[in-house]
């Protein structure tokens, strides 16, 4: 029973590695493609944005799945908890974000970005959508 756990471990492990290591390079890719494709102030408004989105994304986990995957037991009252928490973090960031893109926009002297980072936060709910089923993946 014993090495079924360390077998379990070190696949989990791996597979959790490969996950983050393909999903980096597939990041990479795509940036040098955007690199290339498009022009350095443009290439520059998809970094403003990109900072934006990565906070919010942040702060809708916020360490929750991760309690997640830890706790031994967990029903599934906690997995609605925390999804419905995420969706209700990821609508209060995206409704801040939509409401301040032009502040946001002012402030970086740049009229083009409220637009885009309007649109473009809309991945903070997308991507709450899918946490708990990543959770859910992980843990098994």
């Given at each position: 029973?014993k090495?079924?756990?360390?077998?379990?471990?070190?696949?989990?492990?791996?597979?959790?590695f490969?996950?983050?290591?393909?999903?980096?390079?597939?990041?990479?890719?795509i940036?040098?493609?955007?690199?290339?494709?498009?022009?350095p102030e443009?290439?520059?408004?998809?970094?403003?944005?990109s900072?934006?989105?990565?906070?919010?994304?942040?702060?809708v986990?916020s360490g929750?799945?991760?309690?997640?995957?830890?706790?031994?037991k967990v029903?599934?009252?906690?997995?609605s908890?925390?999804?419905?928490?995420?969706?209700?973090?990821?609508?209060?960031?995206?409704?801040?974000?939509?409401?301040?893109?032009k502040?946001?926009?002012?402030?970086?002297n740049?009229?083009?970005?409220y637009?885009?980072?309007?649109?473009?936060?809309?991945?903070?709910?997308i991507?709450?959508?899918?946490?708990?089923?990543?959770t859910?993946?992980?843990?098994?």
């Amino acid at each position: 029973m014993k090495e079924s756990y360390e077998n379990k471990t070190v696949l989990g492990v791996f597979w959790s590695f490969l996950d983050n290591i393909s999903a980096y390079l597939i990041q990479f890719i795509i940036q040098i493609f955007l690199a290339r494709l498009l022009l350095p102030e443009d290439f520059g408004l998809i970094g403003m944005i990109s900072l934006f989105i990565m906070i919010s994304n942040s702060l809708v986990d916020s360490g929750l799945s991760n309690a997640l995957i830890r706790e031994k037991k967990v029903s599934q009252d906690d997995y609605s908890t925390v999804f419905y928490t995420n969706i209700i973090i990821a609508f209060c960031l995206y409704w801040i974000l939509f409401f301040f893109s032009k502040k946001i926009g002012t402030f970086f002297n740049e009229p083009r970005l409220y637009l885009i980072l309007r649109v473009h936060a809309l991945i903070i709910i997308i991507n709450a959508l899918s946490i708990i089923q990543k959770t859910i993946l992980i843990k098994k």
